[in-house]
């Protein structure tokens, strides 16, 4: 780790002394320390690592080729702004690193300080009969709603943004199935992810990794890269850790498929990059390939520039919105068992851009691009996202940031912990499949996004479906043990 740290320190005065801005220098050179440190113990720091690997796609790459390679970046407002996103970015990867630090530290005194494992090692874990169950049960759950999340998510949007362009999704589209398909339909992603946590052999996931890939290629139809981008995420990290714990000697990653990944990825940038065109019906007009792949961190580290926005129009933002609650704020209106109790008259719907959304609603994504935009784009389904980082320090000021960066460190510690092998390891290694989702899209999305899936409705569904199913099927067992013992 030392090795490493010094030298990003020497790379980071190589860039100082070639005129890059010492402030985009900082931030990077802790990026580099932090992903050297998260990589160094990979199967208790997956979850850093993959927010790392997203904080540099949408916070850190459109600095990095506006400085290294020239591109222009969005919303520049003038040095000033440009320099204070740097700080901020800097500000929340070190406290990230600091907080995580100091309680996977705590952790790894406290399991090491007792014995309390339950089995011996994770080959035990994976085929004891309690793991053994939940697999099964939530193999059963997936298969069962499966076909209810193909519908939804994929055939019908896929209908409504062939008929009326992907631009309208945002602003026309209103689900028309049944509660309980929908419901159904949202299970299914916790059942794969729970399958996943309990560590099967490559043969026993094989059918249930093919439908959810096949699923994640099947949303681009729908205009939509996140989900697509989101699995291909889950499923490299995913792959790495099993290779490297090497459950069942199982070798998940060789070299063959080593070289194919690092030649399809600079492929994927391009695609992705041209995607963002096409959904629109139109074609970039860039020739060089560099410049496709290029173009792409520049499309996607705009989630910088959200934080230039949020400062440059800070007076016409609403001070008391709270924009870094968003979820928790919305779950609380829209819940259906809450609604029973509570009649929450909030003056818009949460479906489709409004301008009463914008102004009324604490969304930084609806309010600042109603400000940045304009009326008429945004009521045409456009929009400029928002960020952790920019609501924390909106609301907050830097303090926010910096405490709302430690919640995240410790956040990802915590549930990444996988130190001592008992019964709830299968749970815990399912929360961390759970709360990737939130790390990952954090830097793009709002800060509550990762806490608001502790109140997910469809997660603990799953969950305890699962947990019953799982139940019966050990008591069958037992059952068919006794006769054939009575036999």
């Keep these: 780790m030392g090795v490493y740290t010094l030298g990003s320190l020497i790379v980071a005065c190589l860039l100082v002394l070639f005129g890059v801005d010492v402030y985009f220098v900082v931030a990077f050179t802790i990026w580099c320390v932090s992903l050297f440190y998260a990589l160094s113990d990979f199967r208790h720091r997956l979850l850093y690592s993959a927010f790392l690997v997203s904080f540099f796609v949408f916070l850190l790459s459109g600095h990095f080729v506006y400085e290294i390679f020239g591109y222009e970046i969005s919303y520049y407002f003038g040095y000033?702004?440009?320099?204070?996103?740097?700080?901020?970015?800097?500000?929340?990867?070190?406290?990230?690193?600091?907080?995580?630090?100091?309680?996977?530290?705590?952790?790894?005194?406290?399991?090491?300080?007792?014995?309390?494992?339950?089995?011996?090692g994770l080959c035990e874990f994976a085929i004891s009969d309690h793991t053994r169950n939940i697999r099964r049960a939530s193999k059963i759950v997936f298969y069962s709603t499966f076909p209810f999340l193909a519908f939804v998510e994929v055939i019908q949007k896929f209908a409504f943004v062939r008929d009326s362009g992907y631009a309208s999704y945002y602003v026309d589209f209103t689900p028309n199935t049944p509660f309980v398909v929908r419901a159904l339909a949202n299970m299914a992603p916790y059942a794969f992810l729970i399958i996943l946590a309990t560590m099967p052999r490559?043969?026993?996931?094989?059918?249930?990794?093919?439908?959810?890939?096949?699923?994640?290629?099947?949303?681009?139809?729908?205009?939509?890269?996140?989900?697509?981008?989101?699995?291909?995420?889950?499923?490299m990290m995913y792959f790495i850790l099993r290779n490297i714990l090497s459950v069942y000697n199982d070798c998940w990653i060789n070299k063959k498929l080593v070289i194919l990944a690092m030649l399809a990825v600079p492929f994927l940038l391009m695609f992705l990059f041209e995607y963002k065109y096409a959904r629109f019906g139109r074609v970039s007009g860039t020739q060089s390939f560099i410049d496709q792949v290029l173009g792409f961190f520049q499309q996607q580290g705009f989630s910088a520039s959200v934080i230039r926005l949020t400062d440059y129009y800070e007076s016409s933002l609403n001070p008391k919105a709270y924009y870094s609650f968003f979820s928790l704020v919305k779950w609380l209106r829209t819940n259906t068992v809450i609604g029973l109790f509570f009649n929450f008259d909030y003056g818009f719907s949460y479906l489709y851009n409004s301008i009463e959304y914008a102004k009324l609603g604490n969304s930084l994504s609806n309010s600042l691009s109603l400000i940045a935009l304009g009326s008429d784009r945004y009521l045409r389904g456009f929009a400029v996202g928002s960020c952790y980082v920019a609501e924390l320090y909106y609301d907050f000021s830097y303090i926010g940031v910096m405490f709302g960066s430690f919640v995240y460190g410790g956040l990802m510690a915590f549930f990444?912990?996988?130190?001592?092998?008992?019964?709830?390891?299968?749970?815990?290694?399912?929360?961390?499949?759970?709360?990737f989702d939130g790390f990952v899209k954090s830097p793009r999305w709002n800060f509550d996004i990762v806490l608001a899936q502790f109140l997910n409705t469809a997660m603990w569904t799953t969950i305890f479906i699962v947990i019953g199913l799982s139940y019966l099927l050990s008591m069958a067992r037992k059952r068919s043990i006794k006769l054939k013992v009575l036999t």
């Design 416 to 435: 990444n912990n996988i130190r001592r092998l008992t019964k709830g390891t299968v749970w815990r290694l399912a929360f961390v499949l759970f709360l």
């Design 202 to 235: 490559k043969s026993e996931c094989r059918i249930p990794l093919f439908l959810y890939s096949a699923y994640a290629v099947a949303s681009l139809l729908t205009g939509r890269r996140i989900y697509f981008v989101l699995t291909a995420l889950l499923l």
């Design 80 to 120: 000033e702004y440009y320099r204070l996103s740097n700080i901020l970015i800097a500000l929340s990867l070190l406290s990230i690193l600091i907080s995580h630090r100091f309680a996977d530290g705590l952790m790894t005194v406290r399991f090491s300080s007792i014995d309390r494992n339950q089995y011996l």
